[in-house]
């Protein structure tokens, strides 16, 4: 099962991002970075063109490292590390570990 998915609130627990809190935007698993809205900005030069007469330095957000991110807890908003639990039906779900919430 994978640590983290698309629109999982994540908080950031290393870099310059310390402490700060987003939704995953993409996750590459082959690359274990994903992309947090609103998150590690970098400075993009860009080409002036005919669709886009201004050009210049735009910010996007970069992919950050998984073992960056902690899932965050949405009882306390605090981030959890989290279990795998099996329902009656078969699904399996993430469950946090301080809380006991499904995730």
Do not use: C, W, Y
Not at 13 to 31: E, N, R, S
Not at 57 to 71: Q, T, V, Y
């Amino acid at each position: 099962m994978l640590h983290i998915k698309k629109n999982d609130q994540v908080i950031v627990i290393a870099g310059k991002d310390k402490g700060k809190q987003g939704k995953v935007l993409a996750v590459f698993p082959k690359k274990q970075r994903a992309i947090i809205e609103n998150i590690n900005f970098v400075k993009k030069a860009k080409r002036k063109t005919q669709q886009d007469q201004q050009g210049g330095f735009i910010e996007i957000e970069a992919a950050i490292h998984l073992s960056n991110l902690m899932l965050a807890d949405k009882k306390n908003n605090k981030p959890t590390r989290f279990g795998v639990s099996v329902l009656k039906d078969g699904a399996k779900v993430r469950v946090s570990k301080a809380s006991g919430e499904v995730l």
